[in-house]
């Protein structure tokens, strides 16, 4: 990878040839110019990847080279820092006015000003425009960094540009759109997402780049709210995943089931339970929002608090199977009783065993308890409709038809829930 040049422009001789060996020291290449009017030639001639510009010089002075290069297209994109001994308020005032990325005084500590070299570099490659770029980009009336302005605040910029066309967002291979006309959203995509969902999805996005090209939209209109609900709406869901962020990476990542959340009991709502049932170490939290029909961020907030009890995590727990009973019990999604659940470190310990793959013996191993009170916690829980165990079913077999709702065989009146070696240690 090629080096960063920087041109350094000083009329004292001394002042170059000491910057010249800390730029190269610091791994720039680097190119002098002794006042404003040779600077500029050096520019055209090869283009640096940032200034470092002394104030006071004969011929052309620091602040009107700024000025030139700042108000040149083809240059106004390269950073220029101010390096002077001009340290009254007034002169960086005039300095910044006329364009300069930053504003330092020569008698700093040399690490800051590769400090502040450095920093600004990454700051510039963010708003660089790609050599050779597609059209899109080329004709943007608005670009910039996601890391620098946030996507309301981009979002914002699009509107108040009052025309029709394209905001687009880009991260690596990532990108979505949001599609305006006159001033108004009307559609929004991002990756298998669509309409509102699509906005809020990219209101997350904080790294990246935005740009809005003017231009036909397309005439699909899957949005219908104002932009101003669609931001308040936006504001609230980053303040959420704000505070989930901190224990989910994001809502494409895999829960499983921990089968020692702690010693104090665990209490679950009916919510709570809808969701801790689909958990199976394979799907993921998007998909199972999908499936208990409730808003993302919704399940969200659910999974947060049981991985906050200790109830989930995003780690496999791996155990080993047995074989000792042959029924494989299923978790079950209605729950009876009032709610919240309360349920002691056993029997969370026995629910977070069963993926509707492990037999009886493998979860009794896991669990650690005797059979009669294995028998005590499976029971309690088939009454309470957290379970229900085919006895047909055994690991590698195929289900068995499923029992009715209350968990009672259609033929005998009786809970159908285990094997014959349950009845036998005091089940029914």
């Known amino acids: 990878m090629s080096k960063d040049l920087v041109l350094m422009v000083d009329d004292e001789l001394d002042n170059r040839v000491m910057m010249r060996y800390f730029l190269e020291s610091w791994g720039y290449d680097v190119e002098l110019a002794s006042n404003g009017e040779e600077a500029l030639k050096r520019v055209a001639a090869k283009r640096p990847s940032l200034v470092l510009l002394d104030l006071e010089m004969p011929v052309m002075d620091g602040f009107e080279t700024c000025h030139r290069l700042k108000e040149d297209p083809e240059t106004e994109h390269i950073p220029v820092i101010m390096f002077t001994g001009l340290e009254s308020t007034s002169d960086k005032v005039k300095g910044i006015r006329r364009g300069a990325d930053d504003y330092v005084v020569k008698t700093v500590d040399p690490e800051e000003i590769q400090a502040r070299i450095e920093m600004i570099l990454r700051r510039s490659r963010r708003y660089e425009p790609a050599q050779g770029g597609d059209k899109e980009s080329s004709d943007a009336v608005l670009s910039g960094s996601l890391e620098e302005k946030s996507f309301p605040e981009a979002f914002q910029l699009a509107l108040a540009y009052g025309q029709s066309g394209t905001l687009v967002l880009r991260n690596g291979d990532k990108d979505g759109r949001v599609y305006l006309n006159d001033g108004v959203v009307i559609h929004a995509e991002a990756a298998s997402l669509s309409g509102e969902d699509a906005f809020y999805d990219l209101a997350l996005w904080n790294k990246g780049n935005f740009s809005y090209t003017v231009g036909e939209v397309s005439p699909e209109q899957s949005i219908r709210k104002s932009g101003t609900s669609l931001l308040m709406e936006a504001t609230r869901r980053m303040d959420e995943w704000n505070l989930i962020s901190s224990k989910i990476a994001s809502f494409d990542v895999v829960p499983h089931r921990v089968a020692t959340p702690g010693a104090e009991p665990l209490r679950l709502t009916r919510s709570d339970w809808k969701v801790t049932s689909l958990v199976d170490g394979q799907r993921t939290i998007r998909q199972i929002a999908v499936e208990v029909g409730a808003d993302v961020y919704e399940v969200g907030r659910a999974v947060f608090g049981l991985i906050t009890l200790g109830a989930l995590s995003f780690e496999p727990d791996k155990n080993e199977r047995d074989n000792f009973f042959d029924a494989v019990p299923e978790l079950r999604l209605d729950l009876r009783g009032e709610e919240p659940y309360e349920l002691s470190a056993v029997s969370w310990k026995l629910l977070a065993a069963i993926d509707g793959k492990r037999d009886l013996g493998a979860i ?52 159908e829930a285990f094997s014959p070696r349950i009845r036998a240690v005091g089940f029914e």
């Not at 669990?367 to 379970?387: N, Q, T």
């Not at 055994?394 to 009786?414: D, F, H, L, Y």
Request: glycine share 10%; hydrophobic share 40%.
């Open 364 to 415: 009794t191993h896991i669990v650690g308890l005797a059979p009669r009170k294995m028998a005590e916690v499976l029971k309690d829980l088939a009454e309470r409709g957290f379970i229900r165990v085919n006895k047909q079913r055994a690991r590698g077999e195929a289900a068995a038809p499923a029992v009715k709702e209350n968990g009672k065989s259609a033929e005998t009146g009786k809970v």
